[in-house]
Nanobody, 125 residues
Framework: QVQLVESGGGSVQAGGSLRLSCEVS???????????MGWFRQAPGKEREGVAT???????KYADSVKGRFTISTESGRNFVLLQMSSLKPDDTATYYC????????????????WGQGTQVTVSS
């Protein structure tokens, strides 16, 4: 069983930076390094959208709205999934969720079956 716990959210002015962290924990013996990991976000009144994914080989994908500003990475043998956010805009305000697709390779924005509880990011103008 996989559990995801996000941290690092907060309030920042436009143009600022934040780093989100997702701690990945497992019960039992799991091939955690075969998971696709991702970050999603949901703003009030809007549908949840994909932000970034990172595959087991380290390849990453980004939503067009965050390309060049956000960077997804892993640390400590993939026990932490990080999202470095720079040049933040008010439109980036949302609850950010860490997610895992335990089936194997990343499949775009679909297939994520394990979710964290979310962390709030608020960007003021």
């Amino acid at each position: 069983q996989v559990q995801l716990v996000e941290s690092g959210g907060g309030s920042v002015q436009a143009g600022g930076s934040l780093r989100l962290s997702c701690e990945v924990s497992f019960s039992g013996y799991m091939y955690y390094n075969t998971y696709c990991m991702g970050w999603f976000r949901q703003a009030p009144g809007k549908e949840r959208e994909g932000v970034a994914t990172i595959d087991k080989d380290g390849s990453s994908k980004y939503a067009d709205s965050v390309k060049g500003r956000f960077t997804i990475s892993t640390e400590s043998g993939r026990n932490f999934v990080l999202l470095q956010m720079s040049s933040l805009k008010p439109d980036d305000t949302a609850t950010y969720y860490c997610a895992a697709d335990t089936s194997g390779n990343c499949r775009g924005w679909a297939g994520f079956n394990v979710w964290g509880q979310g962390t709030q990011v608020t960007v003021s103008s």
